[in-house]
């Protein structure tokens, strides 16, 4: 893998402006308060980003793994549990630590934290820590604006790692921007396609559909945790996309959320948005399920956006298809 990415390397384009900026949002852990977060990512994500949110009571190493094999652009946390000096002081030294220093961090706590503490931990890396006052002053849609500027203003252009490693989710991360960006030269893709056809072999494809809200995350949270229990050394992939908002461009990916198995390092999962209307998959779905294949996982997993009746491109692109329904759901005719 990694010759093949030397050799793209020199192909690889700078990132349209166009690409949506990546977040990963959270209430810190032991704070069940995310009335503030959820405000804030459905804000973030009315600004065209796509929001991979994990919910509330989420540890340093969770946020910061999720937004790593995520390969984030920025990191949102809330912050009301008293204990925020050590929560983003941790956050930025595990970033420096696998190599992921250039990912934004953000935070606010109301009036928990205090402005010298603001000061202190901006000065130690934290991008901004937003207190009551920048409220009163910038209105909560201005602040939602700051974050987004500044975390554009320091985004890389997405290339191809030049190494690619099971044991770097970072640059497992990154190819898989490479691909799902369009960072790539189609002389370079091509050639990449027949490299990953040729060392793919057969390692499985699962693809996991159904409607909305009929349990496809539980399912997958399940099958994967069995997988571990029994096939304790198995490497697998999750590949889980959801909808991309027509009038934003935005999208929430909020399939972590449900997914207990993720601790377990042997997975490695990656949240995509559709990035087109009324389908239930991405254009680059083919392609990243080719290259985690060719990456060496031993297992794939893609779980789709939520599908009407007439959905079925799933079934060309896995080799077992399941579908998840709701109990006495549909007509009886059917």
């Known amino acids: 893998m990694s010759e093949s990415a030397d050799r793209v390397r020199s192909g690889a384009q700078a990132q349209p402006e166009t690409m949506p900026l990546r977040f990963v949002t959270a209430a810190s852990l032991f704070d069940g308060h995310d009335a503030a977060i959820n405000l804030m990512r459905r804000l973030i994500q009315d600004q065209g980003c796509e929001v991979i949110h994990l919910g509330h009571n989420r540890s340093v190493a ?8 995520e390969d984030a652009d920025g990191i949102a946390v809330s912050s009301y549990q008293g204990g925020h000096n050590e929560y983003f002081r941790y956050m930025i030294d595990m ?32 991008e901004r820590i937003y207190h009551p006052h920048d409220g009163l002053q910038m209105g909560l ?15 890389r252009p ?24 369009g960072s790539l030269d189609e002389d370079s893709l091509a050639r990449l396609r027949r490299e990953w056809r040729l060392a793919g072999g057969k390692r499985p494809v699962i693809g996991i559909t159904g409607t909305g809200g009929a349990g496809k995350s539980s399912v997958t949270d399940e099958l994967l945790s069995r997988f571990m229990q029994y096939f304790p050394a198995l490497r697998i992939a999750v590949l889980a996309v959801d909808p991309t908002r027509r009038r934003t461009g935005g999208a929430l990916l909020g399939d972590r959320i449900r997914m207990n198995s993720l601790r377990n390092p042997n997975i490695f999962m990656r949240s995509m948005a559709t990035r087109r209307q009324h389908l239930a998959t991405s254009a ?5 399920v080719a290259f985690l294949k060719a990456a060496g996982f031993d297992l794939v997993v893609v779980e789709t956006a939520g599908i009407g009746q007439s959905d079925s491109e799933i079934v060309d692109l896995v080799d077992l298809p399941i579908y998840v329904m709701t109990s006495e759901y549909g007509a009886a005719s059917q």
């Open 95 to 126: 970033l420096r630590e696998l190599g992921a220093e250039h990912i934004r961090v953000f935070g606010g706590g109301g009036g928990t934290i205090t402005p010298e503490e603001i000061a202190a931990l901006e000065a130690y890396g934290v």
């Open 284 to 288: 680059m779905l083919t392609d990243a």
């Open 62 to 69: 969770e946020v910061v793994n999720a937004a790593i094999q």
């Open 158 to 181: 997405t290339r191809m790692p030049p190494e690619i490693s099971l044991d770097q989710p970072l640059s497992i991360g990154q190819a898989l921007s490479a691909i799902e960006d």
């Open 141 to 155: 849609p201005g602040m939602i604006e700051d974050l987004v500027e500044r975390t554009r203003k320091a985004r």
